[in-house]
T-cell receptor
Framework: QKEVEQNSGPLSVPEGAIASLNCTYS??????FFWYRQYSGKSPELIMS????GDKEDGRFTAQLNKASQYVSLLIRDSQPSDSATYLC??????????FGAGTTVTVRA | SAVISQKPSRDICQRGTSLTIQCQVD?????MFWYRQQPGQSLTLIAT?????????ESGFVIDKFPISRPNLTFSTLTVSNMSPEDSSIYLC?????????????????FGPGTRLTVT
């Protein structure tokens, strides 16, 4: 069974701080890694994808991937109240299916 | 990305009845997926709907309970049959698209707005 685990939340950070989200996966053959943001009552929205080791930056978001450690993370810099949401880590292995973590709920305190 | 719409957006249904959820995409896609998200939980894949072939169901989901149609490359339906309160959930359509950015040959997956189903 392909497992994806995220650090348990909820995570509360003050406005302007860095929110750090972690995710580990069990299938060493995994190829593609995604972070989705889900606001309460809404569907998941793709915010980051990463395919090779290292860092990928997009605005205030940075995804980090370490395939040797089977670890992927998401950093949210200069956190804003609008970043308050549940963040889902998703991993695709050699087949076409995504495996999702349970999600980490982030609350940014104004 | 793609524009994905679902109908209905929400519904309240009685036990024992069936509901068909529609998913429409504004571009042709080879793979469409149906997920369920129960309250406070993550996403669970129900089945993969491929045009021109029968849907592939995940463990714990069967065709009699969740029949799926995929008549063309832009449309799919999921029916929740003989509903019980345990079927109360958000049902999400999802599509896989070839990424057109700098990482060639990789696919990204996008979700529709979801259908919130309550069974009484």
């Amino acid at each position: 069974q392909k497992e994806v685990e995220q650090n348990s939340g909820p995570l509360s950070v003050p406005e302007g701080a860095i929110a750090s989200l972690n995710c580990t996966y069990s299938d060493r053959g995994s190829q593609s890694f995604f972070w989705y943001r889900q606001y309460s009552g809404k569907s998941p929205e793709l915010i980051m994808s990463i395919y090779s080791n290292g860092d990928k930056e997009d605005g205030r978001f940075t995804a980090q991937l370490n395939k040797a450690s089977q670890y992927v993370s998401l950093l949210i810099r200069d956190s804003q109240p609008s970043d308050s949401a549940t963040y889902l880590c998703a991993v695709r292995s050699n087949d076409y299916k995504l495996s999702f973590g349970a999600g980490t709920t982030v609350t940014v305190r104004a | 990305s793609a524009v994905i719409s679902q109908k209905p957006s929400r519904d309240i249904c009685q036990r024992g009845t069936s509901l068909t959820i529609q998913c429409q995409v504004d571009s042709q896609v080879t793979m469409m997926f149906w997920y369920r998200q129960q309250p406070g939980q993550s996403l669970t894949l129900i089945a993969t709907a491929n045009q021109g072939s029968e849907a592939t169901y995940e463990s714990g989901f069967v065709i009699d309970k969740f029949p799926i149609s995929r008549p063309n490359l832009t449309f799919s339906t999921l029916t929740v049959s003989n509903m019980s309160p345990e079927d109360s959930s958000i049902y999400l359509c999802s599509v896989r698209l070839l990424f057109t950015g700098t990482s060639k040959g990789v696919y990204e997956q996008y979700f529709g707005p979801g259908t919130r189903l309550t069974v009484t």
